[in-house]
């Protein structure tokens, strides 16, 4: 099993910045994907960004150029690092972790973006 710990999120201005973070914990196998999916009132949910235990990083169209992803694997933990936000950025955001075809996910942290 493992457990996730997501902080950060809020309501910001558009145009300013928020930072998460999710901290893993328990059975971390080092060959893994952590990340953040995200989802609006209405929509379904959908990747944001993600980066794998070796550094790959994947995002979302919509967020690059404006979101970065980094993590620190001897902690476990993930950042989302989110810049010129939009109120289209919206949503509950939700960290995951996956290895060995299994994926865990936090509780969800809230964004919201006001024009």
């Known amino acids: 099993q493992v457990q996730l710990v997501e902080s950060g999120g809020g309501l910001v201005q558009a145009g300013g910045s928020l930072r998460l973070s999710c901290a893993a914990s328990?059975?971390?196998?080092?060959?893994?994907?952590m990340g953040w999916y995200r989802q609006a009132l209405g929509k379904e949910r959908e990747l944001a960004a993600a980066?794998?235990?070796?550094?790959?990083?994947n995002f979302a169209a919509s967020v690059k150029g404006r979101f970065t992803i980094s993590r620190d694997n001897a902690k476990n933990t993930v950042y989302l690092q989110m810049n010129s936000l939009k109120p289209e950025d919206t949503a509950v955001y939700y960290c995951?972790?996956?290895?060995?075809?299994?994926?865990?996910w936090g509780q969800g942290t809230q964004v919201t973006v006001s024009s």
């Open positions: 980066i794998t235990s070796g550094g790959r990083t």
């Open positions: 995951f972790f996956g290895s060995k075809d299994r994926v865990y």
């Open positions: 328990g059975s971390i196998f080092s060959d893994n994907s």
